[in-house]
C-alpha cells in the first residue's frame, strides 16, 4: 500500500501534513505507522483537526487514491461496509450468484484509504466486521463462497468524552494503533489557525490583540476545572467570524471589542458542559458571561489592550 514514492516523502520532508498547524508530535507518530503500514485511529475532541489530517494524508499518497469516508452511527450495518445484493441482479443471475452482489465502501477504499470518523459510534456487529478485514485484508461475504482480497489504509477517529458510543473490544483496538491529538500547543498556533481557516467577512479587520483575546479566553476555558466539555478551535474559528459579521451590520470596517462581548454566549455556551457539582447551580449561558465578566471584562488583561478594543 505504502509505495516507493509515498515512502520517500515521509522519509524526506519534515512536515508532509502542511494542512495541520502544530501538532509536530502527532505527525511525527502518524509517519511512523505509515512507513510501518500499521492501521491508525487519531483520538481527541471535536475540532482540533482530526479529520483534516486525514485527508491530509489521502492528499500524500496523490489524486488517485480512493479515499473513502464512513461516518460512524448507531444505525451503521454491516451491508453498508461489505456490500448486499441487489434484488434486479439477483433476479437476473440468481440470488446466490456473485454477479448479484453489490460492493460496500470497503471495497470502494481498495488501494487506497478507509476513513472512519467517529468509530466507536458505531454497533458491535459493525466492529465485529472490521476484524477479519484488517487482520487478513479479505472479507468473506456471508453466504457467498468467496474471498475478496482487499488492501487499503485503515485510518479512524474516535472522541473518547463522548457518552453516546459503543465501546470498542479489545480484539478491535488490538489491530490499531492509537495516536492522541490535542488542542493547539500555544496562542500563536492558534492563531495562524483562525487566522488561516477562518472566513474573511467583506475585508473586516480584526486587530492582532482582539485576537488574541478571543483566543486567550477559549484557552482559559479549556483549563477551568469546572467544565467537563472544553471548546474546541471552532469556537475560536466562530467568536472570530461572528464578531466581523456584528462590525458589519453596525457598518464598521474595524471589529470593537462589543463586537465580540455580544455573541460570547450565542458562540460558546453550548460547547462547554458543566460538571455535575455546578450544573446544578448555574447554567451554561450564566457561566460563560460571568467567566467572562471576571477573567476578561474585570481583569488587568482588558486594560492592557484597551487602546485596541475599542
Not at 514514492?5 to 505527525?27: A, H, M, S, Y
Not at 489557525?193 to 482582539?210: A, H, P, R, T
Request: charged share 30%; hydrophobic share 40%.
Amino acid at each position: 500500500m505504502i509505495t516507493k514514492e509515498i515512502r520517500n516523502t515521509l522519509l524526506k520532508e519534515k512536515d508532509p501534513f502542511t494542512d495541520i498547524l502544530g501538532q509536530g508530535k502527532v505527525k511525527q507518530a502518524v509517519k511512523s505507522a505509515l512507513l510501518s503500514d500499521r492501521h491508525i485511529i487519531l483520538v481527541g475532541s471535536p475540532g482540533i483537526g482530526k479529520t483534516t489530517l486525514a485527508k491530509n494524508i489521502a492528499k500524500i499518497l496523490g489524486k488517485k487514491t480512493p479515499f473513502v469516508r464512513v461516518q460512524g452511527s448507531p444505525d451503521l450495518t454491516v451491508e453498508d461496509l461489505l456490500g448486499d445484493i441487489d434484488p434486479i441482479k439477483a433476479l437476473k443471475y440468481g440470488s446466490l450468484s456473485i454477479e448479484a452482489f453489490t460492493k460496500g465502501k470497503i471495497f470502494k477504499a481498495d488501494k487506497g484509504i478507509l476513513f472512519f470518523d467517529e468509530l466507536n459510534r458505531c454497533p458491535e456487529k459493525v466492529q465485529n466486521a472490521l476484524l477479519q478485514v484488517l487482520e487478513e485484508k479479505k472479507a468473506t461475504i456471508g453466504s457467498y463462497d468467496v474471498d475478496f482480497d482487499i488492501d487499503f489504509i485503515f485510518i479512524g477517529t474516535m472522541n473518547p468524552e463522548d457518552t453516546s458510543t459503543e465501546k470498542l473490544s479489545d480484539v478491535l483496538l488490538d489491530r490499531f494503533d492509537l495516536i492522541y491529538m490535542h488542542y493547539p500547543e500555544n496562542i500563536n498556533i492558534e492563531k495562524d489557525i483562525v487566522v488561516s481557516k477562518g472566513k474573511k467577512i467583506d475585508n473586516i479587520i480584526v486587530s492582532n490583540k482582539l485576537l488574541e483575546l478571543m483566543i486567550y479566553f477559549i484557552r482559559l476555558l479549556r483549563e477551568d476545572k469546572n467544565l467537563e466539555k472544553k471548546p474546541s478551535v471552532r469556537a475560536s474559528l466562530g467568536l472570530y467570524e461572528r464578531s466581523q459579521s456584528n462590525a458589519l451590520l453596525n457598518n464598521r470596517k474595524n471589529v470593537t471589542f462589543d463586537d465580540i462581548k455580544d455573541v460570547i454566549i450565542s458562540v460558546l455556551a453550548h460547547r462547554v458542559r458543566l460538571k455535575p457539582s455546578i450544573k446544578y447551580l448555574q447554567n451554561p449561558e450564566d457561566y460563560i458571561s460571568s467567566q467572562f465578566e471576571k477573567n476578561i471584562v474585570d481583569s488587568d488583561v482588558l486594560e492592557e489592550k484597551k487602546g485596541d478594543l475599542l
